[in-house]
């Protein structure tokens, strides 16, 4: 009987495709729940006590929010500081500053701002990510964007300019009158500010070392 070889026996393919199937299964498994622990979304308490989550709790709202280069990790990371005041207020409770975000992220679905804009990975690049667009100095106490408002803060600012868009012209694209109310405009720069405060392993990339991510700076 002539000597059959390995690759032309079916038992052999069989066999491996079982065992990557299996191991591919149970890796996935694994990372998943790897996952899960890791963007599950920290709280209050967290906060408090300084612990870092990947997904800060939504008080994160009442801390000021930089972005600082980690060295080891080679990129800028999210840092949570001292509390500040997020119109007018530092002390919103879970509840509240959970129904902000809520709000915001009905109002960023409604409105698709994915449309133009991605957020976190997903969207259009028409308009700026707006991934850490709360980080962006361009409506910091220095911005251009915040002096065109005629704002004194970085989210009055922002609501300001997500109510009228197109009063607030840079030579850039415009972006349109979309019919946001103060309310979802709250929402919206709370969700914002929030999402800025997602360590996101330096995605988008080399955005700390952008002139301000709005051409109007
Ligand atoms: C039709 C496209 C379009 C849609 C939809 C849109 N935007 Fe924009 N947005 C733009 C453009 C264009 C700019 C840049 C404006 C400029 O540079 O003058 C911009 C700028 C911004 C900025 C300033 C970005 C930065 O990095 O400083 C923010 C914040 C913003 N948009 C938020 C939103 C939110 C929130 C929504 C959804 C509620 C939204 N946009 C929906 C087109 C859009």
Redesign the pocket.
Known sequence: MAKKSVWSDNRFWQRSATWVTGFASILLIWLTFDTSAQIAMGNDQDLKDGVTKRVPGPTVINYKITYEMDAKRGHEVPVIGEKEKFFGRDDYSEEEAGALLHLGKL??QA???M???TLLGNGAY?????TK?WL?P??GPDGA?QALTGKNTKEEA?AE??QH?DQ???H?????D?G?TAEEAKG?VAF?KHMSSIDTNGFPRNFGRMQ?????K
């Open positions: 109002g960023s409105k698709n701002c449309d133009c804009h028409y308009a700026p990510d707006l667009s962006d361009a409506w964007m922002i300019f997500l868009p607030y012209p840079t850039a694209r415009m972006m349109p979309l946001i919206l914002l301000g991510a709005v051409n109007g």
